[in-house]
């Protein structure tokens, strides 16, 4: 437990090293994971996830995946970002004339 | 004959996840869009949704299956005893 309290450390200095600026850390909690990954020549079984809220600009991506892939104690790293607000238009499911479709592809 | 709007018009129908936010993370939502036997991911004619719900569930499946939420070739065993949604027999 300890360890991980490390590992989130350095992750953290790391990026705010290359200028991010942290929002949020959320814990997921331990579980096991959904299939046994072997990473740096060890099979895992159980892992713990987080979510880290940043703000950053997007080349630091590349280089932090660099780092975290070297990073015996990370198993899987990613970025993902932000889902956008979207507006709430949706305007129901029109049912789609396929004749039509077709017709206006074929030309 | 005054020309008007159809007043006998229904209104149009909804997909099942229209007002609900799809994320990456609750995996079980994302599994009852999921074969128990092979783990591979329903088509629109067999889940019933609209095209943008179901590109945002295949890419957060598909999203979850790499991040290590979501198991590739089967179903989550938890999840197995699920309400079904989509139109399909077994």
């Known amino acids: ?107 | 004959p005054i020309q008007m709007e159809n007043p006998y018009k229904e209104p149009p129908k909804r997909c099942i996840l229209c007002k609900i936010n799809v994320d990456y993370k609750n995996v079980q939502l994302l599994s009852q869009f999921v074969s128990p036997y092979t783990g591979c991911i329903y088509g629109r004619h067999i889940t019933g949704l609209c095209h943008k719900k179901q590109r945002e569930v295949t890419k957060a499946i598909k999203r979850a299956q790499v991040f290590g939420f979501m198991p590739v070739v089967l179903k989550n065993p938890q999840f197995l005893t699920d309400p079904k949604i989509c139109n399909i027999k077994y």
């Not at chain 1, 790391?14 to 942290?22: F, N, P, S, T």
């Not at chain 1, 780092?67 to 789609?96: N, S, T, Y």
């Open chain 1, 1 to 107: 437990q300890p360890e991980t309290a490390a590992v989130l450390k350095r992750t953290v200095e790391a990026l705010m090293e290359r200028g991010a600026v942290v929002r949020k850390l959320e814990n997921l909690g331990e579980r096991a994971l959904p299939f046994k990954i072997s990473k740096h020549s060890e099979r895992h079984r159980r892992g713990w996830y987080f979510l880290i809220d940043l703000e950053a600009p997007p080349s630091i991506v590349s280089s932090m995946m660099d780092h975290l892939g070297r990073d015996i104690d990370v198993i899987r790293q990613g970025f993902v970002k932000h889902p956008v607000a979207q507006p709430e238009e949706c305007p129901g499911m029109i049912p789609v004339d396929y004749e039509e479709k077709l017709r206006g592809r074929k030309k």
